[in-house]
């Protein structure tokens, strides 16, 4: 099958992210979310980065101009009735995901692959509200989506060799390596990277150090390019805790637990980059 028209449902930082790859791949995108002023919001993020590319040579005005016409802005789901493929980046919560997956299976051709951009949901839990679960598929990109190269491809229990084939094709198209792995809580990328985010919430919690402090420890004795704590704002600290509670429960480990101090940040409302204060503030 050919992809032609890629449909994005949520149009925040992440949807936004994959909507951009995917017109600039040529495809013909639908960019949905619930409400325009949201769509616009991920419209004007596309916008900024595509002028940057043109200020710094890597685009030309035309080109920038062309990606933008490639994508329509929607807030009808019906809009999947004519899509091949759509990818879902909404909240990180599995009934508002089945919610939508339910409604998609209804909507969209027969032909159409359904993808999550999930971080940690188990991809056969959501492909079983569908009739299709041979099309339901994980593509997870990573923020930044526009610069990170890669996509973790998650196959669910009935998952088809045809569908997996179809997203590694796009994601080559869109400049990203797939690489596949299985259906377990967090995948490999946040079972890695959500318990070394947490634990660096632990060090803010028991006084070990300030957050500035614990993030120039990973950056200059690590080289990793953020320190934790930024990386946890940047992320969104609402997803990281929704992400450390699926691995809590999917394990039933307590080496898992969502530090307290991360339940408190989220109940406060400080969300990190996204609502303006986190481990940091923002303006
Ligand atoms: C939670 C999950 O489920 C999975 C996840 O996504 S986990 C998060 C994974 N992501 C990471 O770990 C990101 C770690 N951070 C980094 O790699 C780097 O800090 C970074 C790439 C984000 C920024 O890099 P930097 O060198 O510090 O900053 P900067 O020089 O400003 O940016 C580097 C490039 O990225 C681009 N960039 C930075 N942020 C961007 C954004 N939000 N959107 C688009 N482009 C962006 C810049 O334009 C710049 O491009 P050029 O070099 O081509 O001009
Ligand atoms: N942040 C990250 O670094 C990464 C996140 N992810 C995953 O991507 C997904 C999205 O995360 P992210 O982009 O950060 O989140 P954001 O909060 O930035 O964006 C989610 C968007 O989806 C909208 N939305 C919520 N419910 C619906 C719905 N029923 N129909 C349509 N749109 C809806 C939200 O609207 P509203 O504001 O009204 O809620 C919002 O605009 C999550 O599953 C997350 O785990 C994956 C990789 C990295």
Redesign the pocket.
Known sequence: MEVKKFMVIGAGQMGS?IAQVAAQAGLEVVLHDVKDEFVNRGLGVITK?LA?DVE?GRKTEQEKQDILDRITPSTDLTNAKDVDFVVEAIVENMDVKTGVFKQLDEIAPAHAILASNT?SLPITEIAAVTNRPEKVIGM?F???V???KLIEVIRGLATSDETYRVVAELSEKMGKVAVEVNDFPGFV??RV?MPMINEAIYCVYEGVATPEAIDEVMKLGMNH??GPLT?AD??GLD?CLY?MEVLHEGFGDSKYRPCPLLRKYVKAGWLGRKSGRGFYTYQ
Request: hydrophobic share 40%; charged share 10%; no cysteine.
């Open positions: 992210g980065n940057r710094k971080s997870h990573m923020n930044p526009p610069v990170m990328s946040n990277l390019p953020m990386l940047f992320i997803t992400i």
